[in-house]
């Protein structure tokens, strides 16, 4: 019986498959694009108001600047002359010196008095006398700085104020409130923290209630009780909060204006003078325009510094959940 041998089988190879052509991205639907259309309309107010009221002024502050102008003539091309004399001027080096130990002070003071109140209005009481401590700790923030400092030029006045006939029943000496160089700047440091600090209490007070209560109570089982619980577990979960705060804080407190202003009109001597009355006082007293921009544009290269330098250093110390 003889073998019968199949015959190999050869199988085609397969072809290469094409590359499927792209598929074409359809236009989106009319629904998204009204709904873009609605968003531009919606956020095309705000836009205008940033380039109108902020990016404009500070364009024309840094062009202004490298003018002598005085309203009346025309302006003259100066180039960095005016920032020649800004820097050789005694008063704006002082008024910056004075704008930073202000805001060293101020800001320091307001976040620790905020912070204090925060943690004791969360703390156990009712809660309508919770509500109570909240609206009379910001009601100062929405009056008016000048008005408020009005007011307290009066009480502080050394001769018939409040303050230091309060002072007077306790056997203590009339203090020279507004006429002493130390005196006026820790008043006008008071003055102006007893109306700002309300801001940063109630973002601290929101801060506080978003902490978990789980993470105290564990701290609490760990044997953390008062102050430290507050340093090693509040602290580090309200650094966020911290942080919003400090750097608004610090750009308020470089642009201070209204409470040396009132209070003591850059006095006595230049001692309370700020950066900003010396661009209130170069550029609407003394018609000089350019000057005035420079040190604008001097405050707004510190303020961006300082900012830059806040969120720089937050990167070690600011902890997010």
Same mark, same amino acid.
């Given at each position: ?8 089988? /050869? ?192 973002? =601290? ?83 000089? =325009? ?19 330098? /806040? ?11």
């Amino acid at each position: 019986m003889t073998d019968t041998q199949v015959p190999d089988t /050869q199988v085609p190879a397969a072809r290469p498959r094409s590359a499927a052509p792209p598929a074409a991205v359809p236009p989106p639907p009319a629904r998204d694009r009204g709904t873009r259309l609605l968003a531009t309309l919606f956020l095309a107010p705000t836009i205008v108001g940033i380039v109108v009221f902020t990016v404009l002024p500070i364009v024309g502050s840094v062009v202004l600047s490298l003018f002598r102008w005085d309203v009346i003539d025309s302006p003259s091309f100066a180039g960095a002359a005016n920032y020649g004399e800004v820097f050789g001027d005694e008063t704006v080096l002082v008024s910056f010196r004075n704008t930073l130990v202000f805001m060293v002070f101020a800001v320091a003071l307001q976040l620790l008095i905020a912070l204090t109140l925060a943690l004791a209005v969360n703390g156990r009481m009712p809660v309508w006398l919770r509500s109570v401590f909240r609206s009379a700790f910001f009601f100062p923030l929405v009056l008016s700085a000048a008005s408020i400092s009005v007011v307290m030029k009066y009480l502080f006045n050394q001769d018939f104020g409040v303050v230091n006939w309060l002072l007077g029943l306790v056997g203590i000496a009339p203090v020279p409130w507004l006429t002493s160089e130390n005196a006026a700047m820790a008043t006008v440091v008071l003055v102006y923290v007893w109306q700002q600090f309300g801001f940063s209490f109630l973002l =601290f007070v929101g801060g506080l209630n978003n902490i978990p209560k789980e993470i105290h109570e564990a701290a609490s089982l760990d044997g953390a009780t008062g102050l430290r619980k507050h340093l090693s577990v509040t602290l580090p979960l309200l650094s966020p909060t911290l942080l919003v705060a400090s750097v608004v804080g610090i750009i308020n407190a470089l642009q201070v204006f209204e409470q040396p202003y009132v209070l003591t009109n850059g006095g006595p001597g230049d001692s309370t003078r700020t950066v900003v009355m010396v661009i209130y006082e170069t550029a609407f007293e003394q018609l000089r =325009f350019g000057e005035a921009s420079a040190v604008g544009v001097l405050l707004f290269v510190l303020i961006m510094a300082v900012t830059a330098l /806040q969120f720089r250093l937050s990167r070690r110390f600011v902890h997010y959940q």
